[in-house]
């Protein structure tokens, strides 16, 4: 089986919860998956509530209420940017543009054309 990173282009390396009762999801979750969470601390001092398994982080859960839950997969791309700027010619609704997360990377939320949310993210470790 080939070796596929959070940092694999195009590999969906992360997932994040967004919602209304993040105590209750993460309660949920971790009953019904066995996840682990763990609270992560971040280079602003704050701390993001992480699901690890096998003691690998594998997503986490937004510390922004929604109204609703929802889940967004993070796939890998090479240059947020340019990927943004792809969707939006073909379609996509740009929900969050490019940002920088520091510590983590830069990253994009957007809407396709068939009204899926997905991010796409290129991780620090990636950036020249």
């Known amino acids: ?4 990173t959070m940092t ?3 590999n ?3 997932i994040g919860f967004s919602g209304p ?4 999801a993460k309660a949920f979750y971790a009953d019904v998956l066995g996840w682990q969470i ?8 704050s701390s993001y509530s992480g699901i690890f398994v096998n003691d690998a982080p594998i997503g986490g859960f937004s510390p922004m209420p929604e109204d609703s839950g929802a889940w967004t997969i993070f796939v890998t791309v090479t240059d947020v940017d340019g990927a943004t ?3 939006e010619e073909r379609g996509a609704q740009i929900l969050n543009g490019p940002m920088d997360m520091p510590g983590v990377g830069r990253m994009t939320t957007i ?6 949310r997905i991010a796409m993210i290129t ?3 990636m950036q020249g």
């Open 8 to 10: 694999t282009p195009g």
């Open 123 to 125: 991780y620090e470790s």
């Open 111 to 116: 809407i396709d054309p068939q009204g899926a």
């Open 85 to 87: 700027k792809k969707a």
């Open 38 to 45: 763990n609270e992560m601390p971040m280079q602003d001092g």
């Open 21 to 24: 009762d993040n105590a209750k």
């Open 1 to 4: 089986m080939p070796d596929t």
């Open 12 to 14: 969906a390396g992360w």
